[in-house]
């Protein structure tokens, strides 16, 4: 039996969760994986609490529901670690992906999870404020995942999301690129 996995995207509207599960579906796809992605809104605008989506598989997947447990947890924001409880309903070893400064014991403690999850920090704000001058950790998270999905080479995050993002400017695109790279390269796994 295929096992599939389940991520599920904690973050504000305009940080890019939507658009960072979309990517993670296509460059998935692209490998050959069955995926999902979608999202789901309370209040749409910028700012308000949203989630986001993805499953992962090597067969078909039926299941049409949100995500209620887990494999992989993204939290784009910390601050809502305590408002959102990102942990709950998560499986007991999921991984959890945090746009933070702080160190991975810390953050296992105020995500209250257990010692069999694994916790990956990186500060995707700051990449973003000194790459191109903007909070936008979409990239860089993007870049952190690859380091969960190793199967599935960094360059093809940074082409897709770059495909994805072909309006903006070279000098933009570039910067996300780095971004990317950063990401991946500064994440801090515990």
Same mark, same amino acid.
């Given at each position: 039996?295929?096992?599939?996995?389940?991520?599920?995207?904690?973050?504000?509207?305009?940080?890019?969760?939507?658009?960072?599960?979309?990517? =993670?579906?296509?460059?998935?796809?692209? @490998?050959?994986?069955? !995926?999902?992605?979608?999202? #789901?809104?309370?209040? #749409?605008?910028?700012?308000?609490?949203?989630?986001?989506? %993805?499953? $992962? /598989?090597?067969?078909?997947?039926? +299941?049409? +529901?949100?995500?209620?447990?887990?494999?992989?947890? $993204?939290? $784009?924001?910390?601050?809502?670690?305590?408002? #959102?409880?990102? /942990?709950?309903?998560?499986?007991?070893?999921?991984?959890?992906?945090?746009? /933070?400064? #702080?160190?991975?014991?810390?953050?296992?403690?105020? =995500?209250? !999870?257990?010692?069999?999850?694994?916790?990956?920090? $990186?500060?995707?704000? @700051?990449?973003?404020?000194?790459?191109?001058?903007?909070?936008?950790?979409?990239?860089?998270?993007?870049?952190?995942?690859?380091?969960?999905?190793?199967? !599935?080479?960094?360059?093809?995050?940074?082409?897709?999301?770059?495909?994805?993002?072909?309006?903006? /400017?070279?000098?933009? =695109?570039?910067? %996300?690129?780095?971004?990317?790279? &950063?990401? &991946?390269?500064?994440? !801090?796994?515990?």
């Amino acid at each position: 039996m295929n096992k599939t996995i389940e991520i599920r995207w904690h973050g504000r509207g305009g940080q890019g969760a939507k658009s960072a599960s979309a990517i =993670l579906a296509e460059v998935l796809f692209e @490998k050959g994986k069955h !995926v999902q992605a979608f999202p #789901e809104y309370g209040a #749409e605008r910028q700012g308000a609490p949203m989630r986001a989506y %993805n499953r $992962v /598989s090597e067969a078909p997947i039926r +299941c049409r +529901c949100g995500v209620q447990n887990p494999n992989v947890v $993204v939290v $784009v924001d910390s601050t809502m670690i305590e408002s #959102e409880h990102p /942990s709950y309903g998560a499986a007991d070893d999921a991984t959890y992906l945090v746009n /933070s400064a #702080e160190d991975t014991v810390v953050l296992r403690s105020r =995500l209250g !999870v257990s010692e069999n999850a694994r916790v990956i920090a $990186v500060d995707a704000t @700051k990449i973003t404020l000194q790459e191109f001058g903007q909070n936008r950790p979409n990239a860089p998270l993007l870049g952190a995942l690859s380091r969960v999905f190793d199967d !599935v080479p960094v360059d093809l995050f940074v082409t897709h999301f770059t495909g994805k993002m072909d309006k903006l /400017s070279a000098g933009m =695109l570039d910067a %996300n690129r780095r971004a990317i790279l &950063r990401g &991946r390269n500064e994440a !801090v796994i515990a």
